[in-house]
């Protein structure tokens, strides 16, 4: 019975390997961004921008947009100020979108320069990056600064990007 | 209401029929206009026709194309080139591109022959072009014998005639299998004419591009974005050449149609005269001159546009010819696909039927406000 229950999960691990994607936030995959879509922090329509898209799902499965990671760490340090009642607690999963193949890869387990000539809509950014090597690649290409993991982004680290 | 309708029947009858009156002059008049809006039309749809081409041609485009240079001329490029720029981060894929082109000298025209990599066609048969089907009446099924690089004639089964949206594109193009290609052009095994590279993101195109010429010094990478504005300014300069020989015979028409509308002629004022001596209101006149300056730029207005279409996208714009083709004359013969733009055409109307119509009607009211008899005498 055990064995039965671990066969999908290696073809399923197996068909992640092979199609390259990313880990998931605990398995959740990333939801659609929609036309009508606004970022909480700024305000603007995020699906104009999908190269830049992140995205934070709540456990009662609600699942809000953001023109680029600055803005989802925003919110991500101090959810109520934007959404009164949100609570960091509740936050199930969190997406970014990756730098290099543009597509949505875990944001916990992401990677991040900081400082690059690499602008968002939303002026100076965090790049994400699903590995280390690309960040350290675009690190050196594109003049940035520092790499950083999604824990060690802190109001001290977001307030020079404004 | 209906009184009002048959008011401005009753009085573009009697414009109309004043008109034909004087014949010569007004169809003189009609004659020039109508060249004018002709001739206008035609480089406003033989512009947007072409820019719609380039679109076709630019979404086909590959993000970057990387051509090998030896003492500034074109090489063919080692395919191991390929495998060392897809390991190059943010690219998303590089393939080879085998293409090139045939002097086919019994037509005397030039054709593009290129290898087919995705659904190639069988060996021995190939895909031809529109243009080359015309020309050669080749249809499906038929055999076409061209002489291979060793001089050897090599003949190939027609399988399908391309129905491509852009004919500008596909007209002179044959496809080919991979071996077939090389078995005709020669063309060395481990090369290929240039790489095509896809970039995911777009910001990264210029990093990339960087990086290949770093990393093979005899490369030249060209971007998306530099094959567009090669585009543009083709283009833009072809249709700029149109324009300005487009620009003296619209000076001319302007300074007729301002003769023509300002000044009256003396019978024109003695009508004016007349009419409103036999109890015809200033207003009346008014709608009379505006109706006849505008049953003249109408007329004018859609003749012209007709010509226009035809002759830009039936006819392959046979008068503008010689300055579109410059860069190949060789090439067989294209229709452009038929675009109309409700835009253009608006344009179009008010640049020429709107101000047109406005310089009839101001020195009529000049004339009918005047006392009857003094224009009369």
């Not at chain 2, 970057?64 to 495998?83: D, F, H, K, N, S």
């Not at chain 2, 835009?343 to 101001?362: K, N, W």
């Amino acid at each position: 019975m055990a064995m039965a229950i671990r066969f999908p999960i290696t073809i399923l691990a197996m068909a992640l390997i092979l199609f390259a994607a990313p880990p998931l936030s605990a398995g959740f995959t990333p939801a659609k961004v929609g036309a009508k879509d606004k970022c909480p922090v700024c305000g603007m329509f995020v699906a104009k921008y999908p190269d830049f898209v992140a995205q934070v799902r709540f456990r009662d499965g609600s699942t809000f947009y953001f023109d680029g990671a600055k803005d989802m760490f925003k919110f991500y340090l101090d959810p109520s100020r934007y959404l009164p009642g949100r609570k960091v607690a509740d936050i199930v999963a969190a997406f970014v979108t990756s730098y290099y193949d543009l597509v949505m890869v875990d944001a916990i387990s992401a990677w991040y320069v900081v400082g690059s000539d690499v602008y968002g809509p939303m002026g100076r950014e965090l790049i994400p990056f699903a590995r280390e090597a690309e960040a350290r690649e675009f690190l050196k290409d594109h003049k940035g600064k520092r790499i950083v993991r999604f824990r060690e982004v802190t109001p001290a680290v977001l307030r020079p990007l404004d | 209401m209906r009184k009002l309708i048959e008011r401005q029947r009753n009085i573009l009858d009697f414009t109309l029929s004043s008109l034909l009156r004087r014949k010569g002059k007004n169809s003189a008049l009609l004659l020039v206009y109508t060249g004018t809006i002709f001739i206008l039309a035609s480089v406003l749809f033989l512009t947007g026709a072409l820019r719609r081409e380039a679109a076709l041609v630019l979404e086909a485009a590959p993000d970057i194309v990387v051509q090998r240079t030896m003492a500034g001329r074109y090489q063919p490029i080692p395919l191991a080139y390929a495998e060392e720029i897809g390991r190059i981060r943010g690219v998303a894929s590089v393939w080879p591109r085998l293409w090139g082109y045939h002097y086919d000298a019994a037509f005397r025209a030039n054709y593009t022959l290129m290898a087919q990599v995705e659904s190639p066609p069988e060996r021995g048969t190939i895909r031809i072009g529109s243009g080359i089907s015309r020309m050669r009446g080749a249809r499906r099924g038929d055999i076409i014998a061209l002489p291979g690089h060793d001089g050897q004639s090599r003949s190939f089964t027609v399988g399908q005639v391309l129905d491509h949206r852009s004919q500008l594109l596909s007209s002179d193009l044959m496809l080919l299998s991979e071996k077939d290609y090389r078995d005709f052009s020669g063309f060395p095994t481990d090369r290929a004419t240039d790489l095509a590279v896809r970039v995911r993101n777009p910001r990264e195109q210029s990093t990339v591009a960087e990086k290949i010429s770093r990393m093979y010094p005899d490369t030249r990478p060209i971007m998306r974005t530099e094959i567009l504005r090669t585009y543009d300014a083709v283009f833009g300069w072809r249709s700029g050449v149109v324009m300005l020989s487009f620009c003296g015979a619209a000076l001319a028409f302007g300074i007729f149609a301002w003769d023509k509308a300002t000044g009256l002629s003396a019978e024109e004022r003695k009508e004016i005269g007349i009419l409103k001596a036999v109890g015809w209101e200033t207003s009346d006149i008014l709608l009379m001159k505006g109706w006849e300056g505008m049953v003249i730029s109408l007329t004018a207005f859609l003749g012209g546009i007709l010509l226009a279409y035809a002759h830009v996208f039936l006819a392959s714009s046979i008068l503008f010819a010689p300055v579109l083709k410059g860069w190949s004359i060789l090439y067989p013969e294209f229709r452009l696909s038929p675009l109309l733009d409700v835009g253009q055409l608006a344009t179009l109307f008010f640049l020429t039927v709107v101000p047109y119509t406005v310089t009839t009607i101001v020195p009529s009211w000049r004339i009918a406000t005047v006392d009857p008899d003094s224009v009369m005498r």
